[in-house]
């Protein structure tokens, strides 16, 4: 009984994780050079391709310098998966070299 009970908790435990996000989660944020935003309209497109990749909380697009900073949470999506996003979007990316 006593065993039952603990593994009842866990699976509990383990439905709050994946129902909210984790305290321990930790943003990240990356900055994508992107290609092709050649007008005003452009960053509304990436910035709704970007909206549909889970765990991406936060996007700014820096139209002038050609950059968008998307932070996400790394444990649900990844930097390759967001330069998928714009590519597939018509807009290729690749993210910025930053030193740590
Ligand atoms: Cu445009």
């Known amino acids: 009984m006593k065993n039952l009970k603990a593994m009842l908790v866990g699976v509990v435990g383990v439905g709050a994780l994946v129902l909210t996000a984790p305290a321990w989660a930790s943003p990240k944020t990356v900055t994508l050079n992107v290609s092709n935003m050649t007008c005003e309209a452009c960053p509304i ?9 889970p765990g991406v909380s936060k996007i700014d697009v820096l139209y002038e310098k050609k950059q968008v ?12 998966a967001l330069v998928k ?4 979007a018509g807009y290729p990316s690749q993210p910025e070299k930053t030193a740590k």
């Open 85 to 88: 996003a714009t590519t597939n």
């Open 45 to 53: 497109t990436v910035k709704k391709a970007l909206q549909k990749v």
């Open 69 to 80: 900073m998307v932070t996400f949470d790394d444990s649900r999506t990844s930097t390759d």
